[in-house]
């Protein structure tokens, strides 16, 4: 994996973002010695600590290999990055996540503030959880800013949303990252909207949050809002949409078999070997399957693509991990629909979805109304997997809105 210290100076990108906490620490001083008195009253007065101010020219992310203990949320770094091309004030953060295993991790991310002034209740949130890049930490969504996807920041920016995009765990920062980890996703998640709360004036950020993901992304928020009552008890989660998510793993996995993009089945290899100490490779790939894996820590998506694309299925997968431990049982673990969450659940999916099966999230639907979820799914006729972004805005928006408002929820559910 490249050296962090050694990349160029990143810049966000403020979007390719689409396709693809715990307070910081007050400094006070503990003493039963009254002599302390006077010095603890200073440190109170002085109140959180401030994250390290990192200048433009400047790698942000190299701090993330050596960091002090943190509670989740917390913020380590913040760059202002200059030449965004949003009608805002973008900022290139580091803050404290926790890993699969529970270990204190930073993991980097862009928080978006709107111009203006914040309101007397602070700012709604949105955190935007992105598709599939890559493993490698060049494919880290905010390290530049000149990718497709403005667009999809704009509507929240004019509704004075703070807008969040976290990078996951791994992307851009020390070791691998857990592709399809649902846990690790949904805690990167959450976690960045903590951030942005904790930047206090600087964004304006209320516990009021709406999450939305795309593909990779749409797994990541329904585990943000499965694990969020637990994880953060304190944000107020009032919506959750899922656009294309993977859900019926064993499903998918078995649709990828002939598929270009069976890509994705290394990376979720690579990622869960990294994650989980006991999925060896060689229980699901073959000699050459591994062999392939180490371009996932040096090339994003396309370029995974293609080197995948030159063999068959056979030549590169030994088992079904359905039928393997324990594979099988991280299949089940990290698929999503089987808790209720703390918000209302829009699924959106394309009908010819090339990538994501549209009848895995009408299965998902119905797992999801079974254990209680209040859920709707919404279908578009004619539509790719990332071309269903863009007609299905409208619907969207107006079905955030309405949860922002506290309107009555709609459900598929009887």
Not at 22 to 28: I, K, Y
Not at 93 to 114: F, K, N, R, T
Not at 121 to 132: E, K, N, P, Q
Request: aromatic share 6%; hydrophobic share 40%; glycine share 10%.
């Amino acid at each position: 994996m490249p050296t962090l210290s050694t990349r160029p100076s990143p810049r966000p990108r403020l979007l390719a973002l689409a396709l693809g906490g715990a307070a910081l620490l007050a400094v006070s001083a503990c003493s039963d010695d009254p002599s302390d008195d006077d010095a603890s009253a200073t440190s109170e007065q002085a109140g959180p600590v401030a994250p390290v101010e990192v200048a433009p020219d400047e790698d942000i992310y190299a701090l993330a290999a050596d960091i002090e203990p943190g509670e989740p949320g917390e913020v380590i770094a913040v760059q202002e990055v200059e030449d965004a091309d949003v009608d805002g004030t973008t900022l290139r953060v580091l803050y404290h996540s926790e890993s699969v295993a529970g270990a204190d991790i930073a993991v980097s991310g862009v928080i978006i503030v709107p111009d203006g002034e914040v309101p007397a209740d602070g700012r709604d949130v949105l955190s935007w959880a992105h598709g599939t890049t890559g493993i490698a930490d060049e494919c880290a969504p905010s390290l530049d800013p000149d990718g497709a996807g403005i667009e999809l920041i704009e509507p929240f920016l004019e509704r004075d949303m703070v807008f969040v995009a976290t990078d996951y765990e791994g992307l851009g920062t020390p070791g691998r990252h857990p592709y399809i980890a649902g846990v690790s996703e949904g805690r990167g998640t959450l976690d960045i909207v903590k951030a942005a709360i904790n930047l206090g004036d600087r964004t304006g950020a209320s516990e009021r949050t709406v999450l939305w993901g795309h593909s990779q992304g749409g797994h990541a928020v329904l585990f943000a809002n499965q694990i969020a009552p637990e994880y953060a008890p304190a944000l107020e989660i009032v919506g959750t949409v899922a656009g294309a998510p993977p859900s019926q793993l064993p499903l998918i996995a078995a649709a990828l078999r002939d598929s270009p993009f069976r890509f994705y089945l290394g990376m979720v290899a690579a990622g869960w070997n990294a994650a989980y100490p006991d999925a060896e490779l060689d229980q699901v790939l073959t000699p050459l399957g591994i062999e392939l894996l180490d371009e996932v820590d040096e090339a994003c998506a396309g370029e995974l693509g293609a080197a995948w694309s030159s063999y068959e299925y056979e030549e590169l997968i030994t088992n079904d991990p359905n039928e393997v431990e324990p594979w099988a049982t991280l299949l089940d673990e990290n698929d999503p629909g089987y808790e209720v969450g703390a918000s209302p659940v829009l699924i959106i999916h394309g009908e010819n979805d090339e990538q994501i099966p549209v009848v895995s999230s009408a299965l998902l639907v119905t797992r999801m109304c079974e254990v209680g979820q209040d859920v709707e799914r919404r279908t578009y006729a004619d539509q790719s997997h990332a071309g269903v972004i863009g007609p299905s805005m409208p619907e969207m928006l107006e079905w955030i809105d309405a949860r922002l408002a506290g309107e009555d929820v709609p459900s598929d559910c009887a």
